[in-house]
DNA sequence: CACTTGGTTAAGCATATGCTTAAGTATCGT
DNA sequence: ACGATACTTAAGCATATGCTTAACCAAGTG
């Protein structure tokens, strides 16, 4: 319970849910109605309608509304920043096998 | 709230707090103890100990004590798995594109 | 215009989460 | 043996989360 939110905290915040990743695995193959996305959920709508919001809240899925029919799509850039941030951390781990490996040429040459 | 709680649920479900995250940074940088773990944040000992249980539940972190000290270090393949959540979704976003492509070249040809 | 479809709003409730403090229990150093 | 170190356990509490039902509204359809 921290003062701060960041958005890393709301993306895999989520993406912690099963039913929300339904919804983005749904999306993944393309754009849905909100009906659409509760189809294969065995919720109330109004329960669906909270999950995206909170996909929506991290930035993770966009939609705009034309008539009646919401219509969501995935925000591909949002999703890349949670997967830039494992990325990185692996990162931080090869650049220290790395220097482990030179240190150890060290060893080897002196 | 699911009657079934997948590996991925609390992949994420771990890596969703900052606390969290700030502790998985520092593993990322080699192994540590609890109190290592514990320097940078500002909260209780037996409170990082809660988050620890948490990500050692959720596979990403695993740790052994010996003597009176618990080190901890990431368990990579399940970081891993997170990482491919991410990913075979955007595979399927790009299969889509490419059947696109083949179709808007048929509407050409034709 | 009535009816259906697609979604929204609000209220309420059970459980989960993220802390806290207080009181242990081993190990290690002297 | 004694104190300090490194956790560990337990209890309690405030807030957040994931649902539900009931009621509502607005856009298409016959």
Redesign the interface.
């Known amino acids: 319970m921290?003062n701060?939110v960041?958005p890393?905290?709301l993306m895999?915040?989520a993406?912690?849910?099963?039913?929300r990743?339904i919804m983005?695995?749904r999306l993944?193959?393309?754009p849905a109605s909100v009906s659409e996305l509760a189809k294969p959920l065995t919720m109330s709508l109004p329960a669906v309608v909270q999950h995206l919001q909170v996909l929506e809240a991290s930035g993770l899925v966009r939609s705009e509304k034309v008539g009646r029919v919401r219509t969501c799509h995935?925000d591909?850039a949002a999703?890349q920043t949670?997967?830039d941030?494992?990325?990185d951390?692996?990162k931080?781990?090869e650049r220290?096998l790395d220097r482990l490996g030179d240190f150890l040429a060290e060893q080897e040459k002196g």
Do not use: K
């Not at 993406?15 to 039913?19: E, I, N, R, T, V």
């Open positions: 921290l701060q960041t890393l905290d895999f915040q993406l912690a849910d099963p039913s990743r983005v695995e993944s193959r393309g995935i591909w999703l949670a997967e941030w494992i990325l951390r692996r931080n781990w220290r």
